[in-house]
Structure formats: C-alpha cells, structure tokens
C-alpha cells in the first residue's frame, strides 16, 4: 500500500520536522537521495557516472533548491553540470552551492534545444509542490525536447506543471522518465493523468513522522489485493462464497445483463441468480448453464446495468435497499437513487454518471476527482466507486480514498463497467465490505487487463479474471488471505 499526502499535509508535516532539526538538514537529505538517484541513473544509462554531462532546469523554490544541492553533489563526483534559469531567481543558497563546486549557470531564455547536444541527463527542478499550472513556452520547449530525444529526465519531487492534489497534467507538464520524492508520496503520483508523467517514482526517506495523519489516499498494489481477496476455505460452500442475484439488462439493453452475469461468475459467486431482463436471461440460460432464475437466496444485489429507462426504477431500487443485503447500484440504476443510503450500499458510477449525481458538469469531477467521490459519498451515505483511468473508492465519514490499482486503457470500452458490477456484487456476496469490495474487484479488472494485453471484449476479459483471482490465490498473499 502506498499513501499520499496532500500539499498542505506535506507542509505541515515538513514543518513539524524542520522544527527539530532545521529547514536546511530536510532540504539536505532531499539532495542527498536525489544526487544518489541521478548517480544511479547515470551508472545505469552510461555506465558511469564521471564525466557526465547533466543539465538541471530550475525554478524559483525549494524544489530547485533540492536540484541544486544535487547538482553540487553531482559535480563533486566528476559530472559537469550546467543549470538552467528557467523560472525566477534560482535558489540562492543552493546556486552558490553549486557554483563552487564547479557547475556553471546558464539563462534559459538564451537556449536552444541544440543545447541538449551531448546531455546525459536533465533534471527538472522547475517546480514541486508549489507549483501552479502554466509553464513558460521555452521551458516546456525544452523539457519537450529532451523527451523527443530519449533523454531521461529526472523530476524532482513532482513532474513540473501537474496538480500535486488532483492529478491533473496541464498539456505541456514535464514527461518524466523517474520521479524522485521527498518523505511522501503525493496524490499526483498515484492519479492519472499525472500519474502517467512521472515513470518510476522513487521516495526518499527525509525523516517526516508520518504517524498521525489520516492519509487523503491509499493506493493498493497486487499484493494487497492477494491479502485480502476473499478465497474459499477448505470447508466453504456456495452459501461462504456467496449468492448473488442480478436485476439488470433489459430488452433494449440485453447484453448488460449477460455481462454483469460474466462478472458475477467469473468473480467467484457460489451461485448466481438472473432475476433481470428476459432477453437477457434466454442468453445467460445458453451460455452460463451455472447461472439460475427465479426467486430464492440472495446475499448481495446488483442492480441498474443496462436498464435504461426503467418506469418503475424508485421501486425497484428502494426495494433493494429495504432487503438490507450489500447492493450495488450501477449506471441507470443510479437515477434512481433515494435521498439517503447505508454505507454498505456501493455506487459505482462513471465520471459522467457522477458529474449527473452532483449536479455538476463531467469537467468538474475529471479536474478534481478525489473531491468529486469524496463529495459523492458524503452527500448519499453510500459507498462509492468512481470508474475511469484512476478508479478511487469513497466512504462517508472516511477522509482516506483508495485507489484500485491501475490497469491499461483497453479497459475503457463499452460492456467493462457492466462486469465489473458484477464483479463488485461477487465480492460483496463473500461477506467483504463494501470498501474493500469496490478496490478489490476493480483492481482484479485492471490487473487482468493488464496480464491479457489488448482488444479482448469485456466476457473475454471477465474469464481470465478467474484466471488472475486464482493466480493470486496461489502467491504468498493469497494463502494470507484465505477466510472460511
Ligand atoms: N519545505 C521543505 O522543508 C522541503 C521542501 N522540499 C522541496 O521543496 C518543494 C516545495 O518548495 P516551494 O514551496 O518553494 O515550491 P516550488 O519549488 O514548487 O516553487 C514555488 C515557487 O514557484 C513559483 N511558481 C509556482 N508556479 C509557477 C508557475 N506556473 N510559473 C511561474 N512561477 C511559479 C511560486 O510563486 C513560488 O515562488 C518540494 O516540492 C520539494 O521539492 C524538499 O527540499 C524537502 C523539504
Ligand atoms: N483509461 C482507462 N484505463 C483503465 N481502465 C479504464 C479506463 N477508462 C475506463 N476504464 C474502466 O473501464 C470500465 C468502463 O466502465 P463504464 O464506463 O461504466 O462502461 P460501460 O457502462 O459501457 O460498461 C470501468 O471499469 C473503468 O474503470
Ligand atoms: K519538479
């Protein structure tokens, strides 16, 4: 699990520190693990460090005070460093530093991107945590350039130009080939289209007590979901895996309730009941003989996919939040939701269908979306689970977001969204939490996408989904993560 920090948390906890032992030791042991990772990157790339050429574009603040005290160190061991003024008056302290140790400063106004003939590797010290959107055009003409030409670019601390808090990329923020970070990870590294700017990110312990701060996220990584998967014991039965049963499909829409059914199944339901749309249910009766129809046992509800229009959707919805089971409620079935939910009632809409729950437009949830489901959840009760290139989980009353882990874009096609409802009620149906549920489910989706590369439709990708639940199963975690 990795957490993220938000910018003021990150300030107040730098602070708390600096009030021990002092503002320049923290931007010290920022430079020394910097230094250390460029020196790595070098060995690496050019195999050695000595004799290096290395351009370090910096700006106004702390964040090129870091670039520079790495420059120095970099220069101590043999690099020739050159820094760039890009932004500002660079850092005085860290300037002088580097001066005297043989670096030299050149005025970025006056570059070309022929000046990146014979770099080895450059550095963005432009702007960290401070930074606002916009950079200058030559900058970005520059940094632009040395990604065209395969240079590696080492961003210090946040690729500059993205939104540390929301994840924002502006056109023109800095590509990273690896991000260096100082004592947290911030929610830019973890939510796309920033994450996608930052390559490798490496953090660099500074010495914060991170202790007692809630974290604004916590992104799972493949083990986590191993750990807490809901694996059948020796003893389980259908009823310990559980029962789900499906209204969704309809005659319009049949193919949402055979892929929710897919996502159902594949997910591991002991026993899957159809009680939706009836053209829907002659396909699943074809193709998933498991699956039954008619009424009985039900330990978790999924309802809404592919309804459509529904005149009796308040209905249909109240009554299945009045049984009291776990429920999930996707797509149509999220027009029709009552004032007030229980937490265990789980969400999961698309940037669109949140933006339509908020009374806002799809640009507002896309520019700040840990607010917007954070928001969500707050305003229903529910929990709720925003799909899309970053999918993060909202609880009422629970400051932390989670952050499914991430898969590739072949995801995002018509049909995914109504698995992986069903993959949410396969989960919930075993007895997990709706929290936990919506991560792991939508985590299980990316990462087979991940593990099937390509334009597999969604039932195809809904099978190897068994495929990945039981490869996790089979890793250390999984054995962890056994629960009846
Ligand atoms: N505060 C600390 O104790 C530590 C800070 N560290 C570093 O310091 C960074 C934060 O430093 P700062 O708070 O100085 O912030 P930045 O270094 O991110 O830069 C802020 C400065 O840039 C200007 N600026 C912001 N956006 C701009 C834009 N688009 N165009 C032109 N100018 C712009 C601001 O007016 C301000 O002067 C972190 O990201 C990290 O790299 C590390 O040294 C660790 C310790
Ligand atoms: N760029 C992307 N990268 C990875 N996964 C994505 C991306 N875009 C969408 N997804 C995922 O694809 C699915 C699409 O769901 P949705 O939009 O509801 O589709 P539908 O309703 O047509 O089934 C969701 O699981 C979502 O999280
Ligand atoms: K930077």
Known sequence: MRYAYTVAQTRALENATMATVGEATLMQRAAHGLAGRAADLLARTRGTVYGSRVMIVVGPGNNGGDALYAGQRLARRGCSVTAVRALGRPHPDGLAALLAAGGRLVDGGGLSVDDLAGVDLVVDGLLGIGGRPGLPADVLALTAAATVRGLPVLAVDLPSGVVSDTGQAPSGSVHATRTVTFGCYKPGHLIEPAASRCGRIELVDIGLDLGGTVPALAAWDPDDVATHWPFPGPTSDKYARGVVGLDTGSDAYPGAGVLSTHGAVYGGAGMVRFLGAQRSAEIIARDLPNVVFGDGRVQCWLVGSGWGERADGDRAVADRVASGLPL???????????????????LTPHAGELARLLQCERGDVTADPVAAVRSAADRTGATVLLKGATQLVATAGTETVEVAVPGPAWTGQAGSGDVLGGLCAAV????????????LAASVQAMTAARFVGPLPPQELARHCATVIGELGRGPGGRRGEHR
């Not at 996707?330 to 009632?345: E, I, N, Y």
């Not at 149906?429 to 991560?439: D, K, M």
């Open 328 to 346: 999930v409620i996707d797509a149509d079935g999220l027009r029709h939701l009552p004032d007030r939910l229980p937490g265990t009632v789980l």
């Open 428 to 439: 919930l149906a075993a007895g997990v939490g709706a929290r936990t549920a919506a991560v």
